[in-house]
């Protein structure tokens, strides 16, 4: 009998920055269908408007679903998303779909795009909360900074 661990098949998501290409994912396995998806030219930049606020707080997710075209487009990319999930579950060859979302920066439209998309696929497949690499990457460098020596 096959280890039912080895049937589970899962959906990864990431935000990451194009100015950051040492945090990008490292080239998945055979086993991983992944896919890159640029948000610079779909989502407006917040930058300018919320300074050091990231995307996964509310005031940015409101203001960036406020603007024009936005919801059609998570839409679109959510139905594109659940096209590669399902071709990876009736695939032998594939146990894992990763999503990469970049933008410039990656802390603000890459984030917001992860949260929403993560957040629509929990209630479908098997993803866990997006995992933010940029952010992740300046906080690992931040708290290395402070941490005093012996």
């Given at each position: ?28 396995d ?9 948000v ?10 919320f ?10 997710q409101?203001?960036?679903l ?49 949260e ?35």
């Open positions: 009998m096959e280890d039912i661990m080895s049937q589970v098949k899962t959906v990864a998501i990431f935000s990451v920055g194009r100015r950051w290409p040492d945090a990008y994912p490292k080239a998945p055979k086993e991983v269908l992944q896919y890159i998806v640029d610079r030219s779909a989502i407006p930049d917040p930058g300018e408007v300074p050091g606020q990231d995307g996964t707080t509310d005031t940015v409101d203001w960036i406020e603007q024009p075209g936005v919801e059609a487009w998570l839409v679109e990319t959510y139905m594109m998303v659940r096209k590669w999930v399902r071709a990876m579950e009736e695939s032998a060859e594939f146990d894992q779909v990763s999503v990469v979302f970049m933008c410039e920066g990656g802390f603000q439209r890459s984030v917001f795009v992860a929403q998309i993560a957040k629509r696929l929990m209630l479908y497949t098997m993803c866990s909360a997006a995992t933010h690499l940029t952010m992740e990457r300046t906080r690992i460098a931040k708290q290395a900074a402070t941490t005093p020596t012996t």
